[in-house]
């Protein structure tokens, strides 16, 4: 069984992911902004500002699975909010390869988030693909960086990098800023969309 560290896990990824993985006998900690270790799945603090990790989150750890990240969509676009988009990303992939890469072998896997906004927000009838460039827009290049900040990392480690999409969930994320009947089209297939992103992850160990 996996001895896995989800960083993000507040999120509604990170949540349902926590839940499957503890369901088929893993063993889950988190890392947050703050510490909480009376829980089944204990939290470790880390700092970003302060480029500070809890370095008992990494005890008998295997797997990396890294989602944080600030929200999207949660304020408008001013260029601190920009910056924190990117930073909260970047800032934090390379705080975790640091960590990671200390521990020269003992972590086997890492799984990196990125997002579809990896190829833009231009709706047109291309075909993407895995080797296709990042858009030259902001989502693009900040998706870029993103995935540059995990060449950080050990390359004996087993890396994979998963874009993910819009999060649609009748508990939160993007659903609810959508019109009511689109909101209830949309619910129809969530359950379906959701658990084949999960199983996508859950497949990668």
């Known amino acids: 069984m996996a001895q896995v560290l989800i960083s993000g896990a507040s999120g509604l990824i990170g949540k349902k992911l926590t839940a499957l993985l503890i369901e088929k006998g893993h063993t889950v900690k988190h890392l947050g902004r703050k510490e909480n270790l009376n829980t089944k799945t204990p939290c470790y603090k880390w700092d970003l500002s302060k480029g500070e990790i809890d370095e008992r989150a990494f005890e008998n750890i295997d797997t990396v699975v890294h989602l944080a990240g600030a929200g999207i969509a949660d304020e408008k676009w001013t260029a601190a909010r920009k910056k924190e988009i990117i930073d909260s990303r ?26 579809v906004g990896f190829y833009g927000a231009i709706t047109n009838e291309k075909v993407y693909t895995e080797t296709d460039a990042a858009c030259d827009d902001f989502m693009g ?49 969530l359950e379906v969309a959701n658990n084949i992103c999960l199983g996508f992850i859950l497949t990668i160990w």
């Not at 990392?153 to 890396?159: G, Y």
């Not at 659903?175 to 009511?180: D, E, G, R």
């Open 90 to 115: 970047v800032i934090s992939s390379k705080l975790l390869a640091s960590e990671i890469n200390k521990r020269g072998n003992q972590i086997k896997t890492f799984v990196g988030a990125s997002a």
């Open 141 to 189: 290049n900040t998706c870029k960086q993103w995935e540059e900040s995990y060449n950080e990392i050990n390359k004996n480690i087993r890396l994979n990098i998963i874009r993910i999409g819009v999060v649609l969930s009748k508990d939160g994320g993007a659903l609810p800023k959508y019109p009511k009947q689109l909101k209830w089209e949309l619910a129809r297939h």
